[in-house]
């Protein structure tokens, strides 16, 4: 619900009832400072709705402008200037060095001097009152600018208070609403299963299909159809090579930027949904895209956790060297490594964690991993890290590192940029200090920056970043 909703077509809201009650005081108030226009009920809700889509720095900066920023406070200013102006020159010219002055310009007794020595009072009271009309004009700016400003503030305030009111009010109408769907979607299964039950003693499904698998049953919507297919199939691979069935099927989704956002996280969260045991599905998308529709970077990067087991940050293309490329690929061998390296990968890949590895993992736990689904994807991706050819004590803390936060990634930074020689003991967060000495004590000895660096890059490749 918008602002202009609340104030202008919702009767009895707080600050309808308000507007209401001080009709006559928001009149005179806007009036005073030439806001009130052909309806000062209207303008007086135009400034509310400008004054509550600000913060607390912009209302205060509105009650500071009320002072000086309108027609009728500049007068007030004005005048309250020149009163105190004249009362200073009145105080001045009856006073001693200003006699003084006429007499030693005049070669011979002025008058008028001496009628300005004969009614020195007459100056003094005059004086006084010069500056309290000064200050009387300067009181009434103040008044009148607090007057106003706070009738503003007041609406703001009832406006946040009105606002508050509904959205609290339609989350609830969206939480009975999702218990009345999930209570339809349940009834509709239900019936659905009842039907089926009664068609099959029927024989009515023998006789509207040919002998199969259920997900051929015409009867069954495209949706339904897919996701018993995808049941059946995760079904069979489970089942394992005895059966004939392969032992893991990989579902491999390009260029997923091509949908909408919205698209991309629907098609998403299907996937992730009906892609059953036995199956792989690797996407390729940025993720970077999806971060405003999914609510900001935390919400974002809460449903990504949840939905990404592994992470491989590809390097942008225009990084790539399209000549040798090409040529690789045309190539007679046509292969972009030798069969030994990618034996020796996979080999890598696929090798049991040493205690060594164990014990340091567990020791960097804390830093890396807040629930045992990050615990996972952080045990993911040091296996893919490690195949690298930096030391694995020192890929294991930086790989803990690109998973910690912000505050934990800034101190390493820091001091990697440094230009130190290893890395030592240093100011940091507690948990980081630990983890360091317990990489340390796995690599047997000081790491260097060096390894640390490429450690950093390397690690970079397999953690979330938004």
Same mark, same amino acid.
Request: aromatic share 6%; glycine share 8%; hydrophobic share 50%.
């Given at each position: 619900?918008?602002?202009?909703?609340?104030?202008?077509?919702?009767?009895?809201?707080?600050?309808?009832?308000?507007?209401?009650?001080?009709?006559?005081?928001?009149?005179?108030?806007?009036? @005073?400072?030439?806001?009130?226009?052909?309806? !000062?009920?209207?303008?007086?809700?135009?400034?509310?709705?400008?004054?509550?889509?600000?913060?607390?720095? &912009?209302?205060?900066?509105?009650?500071?402008?009320?002072?000086?920023?309108?027609?009728?406070?500049?007068?007030?200013?004005?005048?309250?200037?020149?009163?105190?102006?004249?009362?200073?020159? =009145?105080?001045?010219?009856?006073?001693?060095?200003?006699?003084?002055?006429?007499?030693?310009?005049?070669?011979?007794?002025?008058?008028?001097?001496?009628?300005?020595?004969?009614?020195?009072?007459?100056?003094?009271?005059?004086?006084?009152?010069?500056? *309290?009309?000064?200050?009387?004009?300067?009181?009434?700016?103040?008044?009148?600018?607090?007057?106003?400003?706070?009738?503003?503030?007041?609406?703001?305030?009832?406006?946040?208070?009105?606002? @508050?009111?509904?959205?609290?009010?339609?989350?609830? @109408?969206?939480?009975?609403?999702?218990?009345?769907?999930?209570? *339809?979607?349940?009834?509709?299964?239900?019936?659905?299963?009842?039907?089926?039950?009664?068609?099959?003693?029927?024989?009515?499904?023998?006789?509207?299909?040919?002998?199969?698998?259920?997900?051929?049953?015409?009867?069954?919507?495209?949706?339904?159809?897919?996701?018993?297919?995808?049941?059946?199939?995760?079904?069979?691979?489970?089942?394992?090579?005895?059966? &004939?069935?392969?032992?893991?099927? =990989?579902? =491999?989704?390009?260029? *997923?930027?091509?949908?909408?956002?919205?698209?991309?996280?629907?098609?998403?969260?299907?996937?992730?949904?009906?892609?059953?045991?036995?199956?792989?599905?690797?996407?390729?998308?940025?993720?970077?895209?999806?971060?405003?529709?999914?609510?900001?970077?935390?919400?974002?990067?809460?449903?990504?956790?949840?939905?990404?087991?592994?992470?491989?940050?590809?390097?942008?293309?225009?990084?790539?060297?399209?000549?040798?490329?090409?040529?690789?690929?045309?190539?007679?061998?046509?292969?972009?490594?030798?069969?030994?390296?990618?034996?020796?990968?996979?080999?890598?890949? =696929?090798?049991?964690?040493?205690?060594?590895?164990?014990?340091?993992?567990?020791?960097?736990?804390?830093?890396?991993?807040?629930?045992? @689904?990050? !615990?996972?994807?952080?045990?993911?991706?040091?296996?893919?890290?490690?195949?690298?050819?930096?030391?694995?004590?020192?890929?294991?803390?930086?790989?803990?590192?690109?998973?910690?936060?912000?505050?934990?990634?800034?101190?390493?930074?820091?001091?990697?940029?440094? &230009?130190?020689?290893?890395?030592?003991?240093?100011?940091?967060?507690?948990?980081?200090?630990?983890?360091?000495?317990?990489?340390?004590?796995?690599?047997?000895?000081?790491?260097?920056?060096?390894?640390?660096?490429?450690?950093?890059?390397?690690?970079?490749?397999?953690?979330?970043?938004?």
């Amino acid at each position: 619900m918008t602002l202009n909703t609340l104030l202008f077509e919702t009767p009895g809201s707080r600050v309808d009832v308000f507007a209401r009650a001080r009709r006559g005081a928001v009149d005179a108030r806007l009036r @005073r400072f030439d806001l009130a226009g052909s309806d !000062a009920d209207a303008s007086y809700r135009d400034l509310v709705r400008d004054l509550g889509s600000m913060g607390p720095g &912009g209302r205060a900066g509105i009650a500071l402008r009320s002072i000086w920023a309108y027609r009728g406070q500049r007068k007030l200013l004005f005048w309250a200037i020149v009163a105190f102006i004249l009362g200073a020159a =009145v105080s001045f010219l009856h006073g001693e060095a200003a006699l003084s002055a006429i007499h030693g310009v005049a070669a011979q007794p002025v008058p008028f001097a001496d009628w300005i020595t004969a009614h020195a009072n007459w100056f003094e009271r005059a004086a006084q009152i010069l500056c *309290l009309l000064g200050a009387l004009a300067l009181a009434l700016n103040l008044w009148r600018a607090i007057s106003f400003s706070s009738l503003l503030l007041r609406g703001a305030q009832l406006l946040d208070l009105d606002v @508050r009111d509904r959205r609290r009010d339609l989350e609830n @109408r969206v939480a009975r609403l999702n218990q009345r769907v999930a209570a *339809l979607s349940a009834e509709s299964d239900s019936a659905a299963k009842r039907a089926e039950a009664a068609a099959r003693r029927a024989g009515g499904k023998a006789a509207s299909r040919a002998p199969g698998p259920d997900f051929l049953d015409v009867r069954h919507s495209p949706t339904a159809a897919a996701r018993a297919f995808l049941s059946a199939l995760a079904e069979r691979v489970t089942q394992g090579p005895a059966a &004939g069935a392969p032992d893991r099927l =990989v579902f =491999v989704i390009d260029n *997923l930027d091509a949908l909408s956002a919205g698209a991309a996280i629907a098609w998403i969260e299907t996937a992730q949904g009906v892609i059953g045991a036995g199956s792989i599905g690797v996407i390729a998308f940025d993720p970077a895209r999806l971060v405003d529709p999914l609510g900001g970077s935390r919400e974002a990067r809460r449903r990504f956790d949840k939905w990404l087991q592994v992470v491989v940050n590809l390097p942008r293309r225009i990084d790539l060297d399209g000549e040798r490329l090409v040529a690789r690929l045309l190539s007679a061998d046509g292969q972009s490594a030798p069969v030994s390296s990618v034996a020796e990968l996979g080999a890598a890949l =696929v090798e049991p964690l040493s205690p060594t590895e164990t014990a340091l993992l567990t020791t960097l736990a804390p830093l890396a991993a807040h629930s045992p @689904r990050g !615990a996972k994807r952080f045990l993911n991706a040091y296996r893919l890290a490690r195949c690298s050819s930096v030391p694995r004590p020192v890929m294991a803390l930086m790989q803990a590192v690109a998973f910690a936060d912000e505050d934990v990634r800034a101190a390493i930074h820091n001091r990697l940029v440094g &230009g130190a020689d290893e890395l030592g003991d240093f100011d940091g967060p507690e948990s980081l200090v630990s983890a360091i000495k317990s990489a340390r004590a796995a690599n047997n000895g000081p790491i260097s920056i060096a390894d640390a660096r490429a450690a950093e890059a390397i690690a970079r490749r397999y953690a979330l970043s938004l």
